[in-house]
């Protein structure tokens, strides 16, 4: 099954970079073409290796880009081109290109290996369409792409035999080596200018000659260059194909009766299992390893959206994303301890060592570029309650509760501690979490946010379920405490129209739709909410919030409800995060609003392929892959849709497939077991193996 867009337009340069990216959970290359440079955003991307320089925010760094290819006459940017294609086998993971140009056909194919996971591989093809002299360049572009840089303070280059091996310092003192080597079945010669460290071609060639060059790229400190000849492309690329294939072993799902949207899902699909390394020490950034936006940082995505896909396709990996909370949890106290509470706060971004890397200024004003003040970092406390969720759903779905003897449990532990010290008991006897924000992070400083209050009582509930497991470790919080805790949160009820309020004083803001309110704005870019913002004073909601608390934690009291609220809320959302549609999506298929369902879903899934995506935040750039929006599309065509539902270990469906849907088929993990089910319109058949 392969993505093909035919023909080119400099207009796409930067959505096709995220649409045909290529990673192997450790490293990201986007979809871009050899020609290219870091204007057209070549990024060469690693997971986990950050960088911070100067004042400016920390990112993952890029590394130099090792495919650079030059012909002349058959440059995209500067020639005219006949005919231009590009493919990605979605199933394989591999990108291919074909361009004719008047006097030269290139075809190129490239993979970013998931067997080898350090290595990223590339063939590129010049075939002559006539009697020329024809001059090809290619090599090492150490003219590296940077949003917050320069990262690297050396960049050394060393050319021995065919290889070209590059030795870089960041800012921080850690050490970057890619060795490249080039095989090409004629002789070259070597140079390097202004960045560009190149082989040369220069050869009369025949009408139907071929040169081609194959290159193998590999990120380590300890591969001397005479072992690159180990590498053969045929063997390489088998190697990687049956190790991607693997990663689809445990997981499918397919859509017959909609080609379209069966479509979007197995790429939904792709670029959730490019994101896997069954062996990482790190979680799964919001974007990625489409680049550098969002300063590569986990957010809650993760924990939500991600996690919940790979506790049904990947228990491995959804443990690594975890185990990376566990690892992380210094830092969360760090952050709980700096702003004068106890426990574990996470940070709202966090990088490889969990410190808040959310800046106070996130956003900015796009007409006078001023920075604008947000509090994401310092008021989204629900992030730890997220935290703690994702340790249950992975616990109840997997059956591994080893997770909670190797951290898991003093994670919980801790989120309740912050909690506690967070919340303040006012004259109602009940505890009240004052001045945050909720998911819809238009309203800044709000009290008690209705996600986050049912979240956090949900998170007590937790850590009194596993109560016992904290027996080997020192409990911060008594049983005792926490009973008192649980039975005193204060949960905001439905009022008498059946609505639950989103936060205290949401009922008397302004009711006038996100239609309305964009109105008001002086620029497309302009940030709606925070201090100034024109939704702020109004209803109009960035994304799901009261919709995700439903639909997420399902409390047994409250459910009845959701009918209402999804009407109530639905108007009022922008849908401004890719996260939203997928959520309401959910609670339309369960309110069996099929044709909103449906949309919803689509909007989700085909957030990547041209759908409809923000680009700025203010006047920040934020483009990049969308993964929990990817991880969305899927549920909400389980959860949804299909209707899946998990009570007391035992798993039902209850479908709300639109007419046109023939059926559903899916692959899934659970609690150990492997399931095949098949839905349709009249019912469900569900085998376990
Ligand atoms: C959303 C957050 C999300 C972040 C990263 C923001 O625009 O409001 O909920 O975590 O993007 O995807």
Redesign the pocket.
Known sequence: MKLIKEGYSKDNIISYGNMFLLANGRFGYRGTLEEYRKNQLVNFTALGFYDKYQDLWREPINLPNPFYFHVDGGSILEDDIIDHKVELDIKNAVFARFSTFKTVKIESKRFVSSFNKDLLVEEYKVISLCDQTLNISFGLDTDISEINGPHYITKRVKKINNSIVFNGTTNERKLVSLVSTYRCNVPTEFSSENNLHLFKINKEMKKGDEIVVQVFSFVTKFIHTDKLHIFNFERELERHKESFNKLQNDFSISIYGDDEANFEVQYSLYQLLILIDENSVMSIP??GLSGQT?KGAI???TEMFILPFLVFSNPKMARNTLVYRINTLGGAKSKAKELGYKGAFYAWESQDDGKERCSKYNVTDPITNEPIRTYFGEKQIHISGDVVLAIDRYVTSTCDTTLLDEGGYQVIDEVVKFYKSFAKKLDDGKYHFLDVIG?D?YHEGINDNAYTNYLIHRAVTIAIKYNDFSNKIKKPVSLEELIEFKNNIYRPSPNENGIIEQFDGYFKLEDVSPEDVKKRTKNPKEYLGGTKGVATPTRVI??ADVIAMLVFLRPSSKIQYLDRNYKFYLPYTEH????SSSAYSIAAALCDDIDAAYSLFRKSSSIDLGGEQ?KY?GGVY?GGT?P?SNAGAILSLMCGLMGMRVIDEEISFEPHLPDHFEKVEATFLFRGIKYHITVNKEGYKLQGE
């Not at 401004?576 to 996260?579: C, D, E, I, V």
């Open positions: 919001a974007r969002y957010f809650w995505d998911p992070e960035k994304q401004g995060s890719s996260l923000k935040a934020i969308h929990a």
